[in-house]
């Protein structure tokens, strides 16, 4: 078959079904370290030092495109039906569309997405197995509410909602440094270095529930500009996680926490507990819904902080909420995550098993 235009998308989509459907026969650790060694760290070393070094972020460039090819999609439609009729440019679009959907398949899983197959970092790092039961919601609670509140006082004396200028590149170089370091602590291959974007307009994310995103297409991570500043930090942790290869949401959002609580940046160590805080929160109200912050003892200016990040957020109108959870959830789902959106909040628990475990470290500088 000569490989055309017009029917590599077709290839690609073959070749990525049948990697996965390999996988179930030799096992998905075998595929994702050859596809590591072979793919994913090349593409992540060259990327990070080429385009990566560009103070542009390449969704932009990238959404340009998909618009050209929209255009060029319509137009060739058009004389498809001037020429040949309605049922010829029916068939040639459909056809047409299939070929890039294909294309587009195999790049999501060659640029990043066959990482789904990475070994469970609970294995790697061999954190034991926990009751939930066990845990003191409670008492975690009130300990990181103590901590935040003590990272918060260097910040400022006032109880008003924390006021800082960030500087976006010196909080990303920051906490790149402080990842990769945790990352080869725990023997985990860091490759590149991951950049983070702030994603324009303000609300891009927000406006469908979302703080961040990990696009492989253009091999970035990106935090949506409208989000509270506080917030910063923690989402920025979360989505390098990404880029360097971590699929789980709940392990990226604990890689994430780990990352903020092993700087000494009082800032990015209070987005870190203030990210850990809002699920601990989050839990705790699901047990009991008559909780609120005017009913527990919370730090005067961490409390006018909360609230500065709550009205923040509700500033974004959201789009299709319902829609986007359920699509997200089955996406979730369908890549190994039974817990689908729900994993996010597996953070508590990560931090309960890291915290018996030969890896855990003081995270209090009281």
């Known amino acids: 078959m000569k490989i055309t235009k017009y029917n590599i998308g077709f290839l690609l989509g073959a070749i990525t079904i049948v990697i996965h459907l390999l996988a179930q026969f030799v096992g998905g650790d075998y595929i994702y370290k050859w596809y590591h060694l072979l793919v994913f760290k090349p593409i992540r070393i060259l990327y990070d030092n080429t385009l990566g070094l560009v103070d542009f972020p390449m969704i932009y460039l990238f959404l340009f495109i998909i618009f050209v090819l929209l255009i060029s999609f319509v137009y060739q439609r058009i004389i498809d039906y001037q020429w040949d009729g309605l049922r010829s440019s029916f068939k040639n679009g459909v056809f047409s569309f299939l070929n890039f959907v294909g294309v587009l398949f195999f790049l999501f899983y060659f640029l990043w997405a066959f990482n789904y197959y990475r070994p469970s970092l609970n294995a790697t790092l061999e954190l034991p197995e926990i009751d939930e039961s066990s845990i003191d919601l409670e008492g975690e609670f009130a300990k990181i509410s103590q901590m935040a509140a003590y990272e918060r006082a260097f910040l400022t004396k006032d109880t008003a909602a924390l006021v800082m200028a ?201």
């Open 166 to 366: 960030i500087n976006w590149q010196n909080l990303e170089d920051s906490i790149r440094k402080n990842q990769e370091l945790l990352l080869h602590s725990w023997n985990q291959d860091v490759a590149g270095e991951v950049r983070i974007r702030a994603l324009y307009p303000k609300g891009s994310l927000l406006s469908i529930s979302t703080a961040g995103v990990y696009i492989p297409f253009v091999c970035e991570g990106h935090v949506d500009a409208g989000l509270h500043f506080i917030q910063w930090p923690f989402t920025l942790a979360h989505e390098m996680a990404h880029g360097y290869g971590f699929t789980d949401e709940g392990v990226c959002n604990f890689i994430g926490f780990i990352t903020c609580m092993k700087s000494q940046d009082h800032f990015i160590r209070y987005s870190g507990l203030v990210g850990y805080w809002r699920y601990l929160y989050s839990e705790l109200k699901y047990k009991n819904p008559e909780i609120t912050l005017d009913s527990i003892q919370l730090d005067h200016g961490m409390k006018a902080d909360l609230l500065a990040i709550r009205k923040n957020s509700n500033s974004y109108g959201e789009y299709f909420p319902f829609m986007r959870d359920i699509m997200y959830d089955f996406y979730l789902k369908l890549h190994g995550m039974p817990a689908g959106l729900d994993s996010y909040n597996e953070l508590i628990i990560q931090v309960q098993r890291w915290n018996q475990s030969k890896h855990a470290f003081p995270l209090s500088n009281q």
